[in-house]
């Protein structure tokens, strides 16, 4: 059974810098693509950034290009999201998701329908 924890969500300044951390196990890492979401009260969940595991391509969000960057260990079957400069409108709860459809990460991104499994989340705060 596929699994993801999420960890390294917390409190954190505007303009500082937080990682978050997805551990992945029970499938074949690299036929993957993961998936980082998030959700903030009273808002619809939306994708940030995904990454396909087999050659390592990866899409961002408009709202976050430039500031947050999606890497892999695939040695230690783990996903990253550095987020860097983060501002108030990025507080929101963070899910990491895992899907066997390898396709591009742009195409996945804006359709969470085809991630089959979730983390459960990591709540990231940022203080102005």
């Known amino acids: 059974e596929v699994q993801l924890v999420e960890s390294g969500g917390g409190l954190v300044q505007a303009g500082g810098s937080l990682r978050l951390s997805c551990a992945a196990s029970?499938?074949?890492?690299?036929?993957?693509?993961i998936g980082w979401f998030r959700q903030a009260p009273g808002k619809e969940r939306e994708g940030v950034a995904c990454?396909?595991?087999?050659?390592?391509?990866?899409y961002y969000a408009d709202s976050v290009k430039g500031r947050f960057t999606i890497s892999s260990d695939n040695g230690n079957y783990t996903v990253y999201l550095r987020m860097n400069s983060p501002k108030p409108e990025d507080t929101a709860v963070y899910y990491c998701?895992?899907?066997?459809?390898?396709?591009?990460?742009?195409?996945?991104?804006?359709?969470?329908?085809?991630?089959?499994?979730w983390g459960q989340g990591t709540q990231v705060t940022v203080s102005s």
């Open positions: 990454i396909r595991l087999s050659d390592g391509n990866t």
């Open positions: 029970g499938f074949t890492f690299d036929d993957y693509a």
């Open positions: 998701a895992a899907t066997s459809l390898s396709l591009i990460p742009a195409f996945l991104l804006a359709r969470p329908g085809l991630f089959d499994s």
